[in-house]
Nanobody
Framework: QVHLVESGGGLVQPGGSLRLSCPAS????????LAWFRQAPGKERERVSC????????YPADSVKGRFTISRDNAKNTVFLQMNDLKPEDTAVYYC?????????WGQGTQVTVSG
């Protein structure tokens, strides 16, 4: 059983920052492509950013380029999403995702609300 458990969500004012964390097993961390997705109310789930397992190259969505950064801590088997300059339209449930070939896992999600 693979468990991805996100943490770090919360309520923040526009312009503020949050950092999401998602620890994974060593096997998942070493072999699966890790990514962050989000889903806002009434909208489809979208990929925010992903990070290559092989060389750490990141692939952010256009909507978050320059504001959000995905990173990996190999010692802690954890993937992060640093979110800066948050906007009300970033409000969503954020999900950690791991994928390898046709195998994939999702976390339960963490709520990020930008308001104020």
């Amino acid at each position: 059983q693979v468990h991805l458990v996100e943490s770090g969500g919360g309520l923040v004012q526009p312009g503020g920052s949050l950092r999401l964390s998602c620890p994974a097993s060593e096997f998942i961390f070493d072999h699966y492509t890790l990514a962050w997705f989000r889903q806002a109310p009434g909208k489809e789930r979208e990929r925010v950013s992903c990070i290559s397992t092989s060389d750490g190259t990141t692939y952010p969505a256009d909507s978050v380029k320059g504001r959000f950064t995905i990173s990996r801590d190999n010692a802690k088997n954890t993937v992060f999403l640093q979110m800066n300059d948050l906007k009300p339209e970033d409000t969503a449930v954020y999900y950690c995702h791991a994928e390898f070939l046709k195998d994939e896992y999702w976390g339960q999600g963490t709520q990020v609300t930008v308001s104020g």
